[in-house]
């Protein structure tokens, strides 16, 4: 099987920018461009710490357009692989340009759509997704979602090379000094992807006939969601826990970090904050995923995906920035659910892409984006969309902060 380059935890020394290398700002809020032109600038003042590609729920598949399971929202299945394959060139040309030097590539998970499973197209359509991520200039770090466990079972999935563990798809590594990046599996307790004798899934039945007897144990019968209200709606086949065994060594995770003094980056598929999405597509144990993050004080942004429509909160009482990016499967061709989120040592994380508001949706509390272009000097122009977001720095950890738009 063909596989995407696999993740090595390793320091990559930015490339330096030419010194003829230009900035130009063009304000957002009319149509009078506004150019600064700086070509004595430290080029370690511009460059980021670390940056690295996003993209989430492509979910593609060779049929026609569909629907969601309410047939409510179109879903664009080969739309959204023609928007994979424009988010790598565009992640490559930002590379070439070196105006955000790329680390890794964030694929949050549900690469190829369940419905492949259906067609008997699950191994070829998942071969094509990856031949376009091995396209990427930097490795990929894939998340495990839904649509995975739809097509493949864990124990297929522990063999691939695509992903770091497989059965157990959670880890950690250091982009930079004094940042490390946190990788959750939000379907270690679910009902779908284990074997039918497997503790996680059997814990799995047992919780889901307490929160939801709705749920047939098969996890496809039943009338999911009669009578459930509230954020008692996440109990559903779709969502997943992360379970003890993840949890506890998400806190040493956590522990550690706090003690090196580093930041933390958390990612995984399932939201973990309930305002971040529309309410029922966290997973089961959020609530104690949340309370570790918000107890230990390092972590500075969750990134997720699952919900496609996306969402951004910001929890200002603990300075945690939740953004749950949109899917390509929403506007397919006409889209740009993809982009690049850099880490800036001005305590700011940037989120760039070439239109932000299919990235990250335009909610309460989300700056206004900022109409950005680059060049080398040599290149062409390439323009981009920018929003920026105010960081907490790890040694005030305990104060709060505001979004900022820069």
Known sequence: MTGSKAFHTRSVVMSNLSEKSKLYLKSNNNNNSVVVEDNNTDIDDITPLFSFGVIADVQWADADDGYNYGRTVKRCYRGSFQTLENAVNWWELQQSQQTAPLTFIAQLGDLIDGLNHKLNQSERA???????LDRAPCPCVNIVGNHELYNFNRKYLSSVNWLKHGDREYHSFSPSPGWKVVVLDPYQIALIGHDDDDPRRLEAVDIMGRENPNVHPNGKDGDWLVGVEGHQRRFV????????????W?????QDAATANERVVVMSHVIIHPMACGGSTMAWDYEEA???INSEECVVTVLCGHDHKGNYYFDEENGVHHCTFSSPLNKGTEGHA???ICIHKDNTMEIRGPKIDDLLPDVQGRPAPEKLQNSNGESKLLEYESIRLRLKSSLLSSMKYAVSAL
Do not use: M, T, V
């Open 126 to 132: 998942l071969n094509l997704a990856l031949e376009q």
């Open 250 to 254: 998400f806190r040493s995770e956590l």
């Open 338 to 340: 993809y982009g690049i």
């Open 290 to 292: 949340l309370g570790i």
């Open 237 to 248: 086949p779709y969502n997943g826990g992360f379970g003890k065994e993840q949890l506890d």
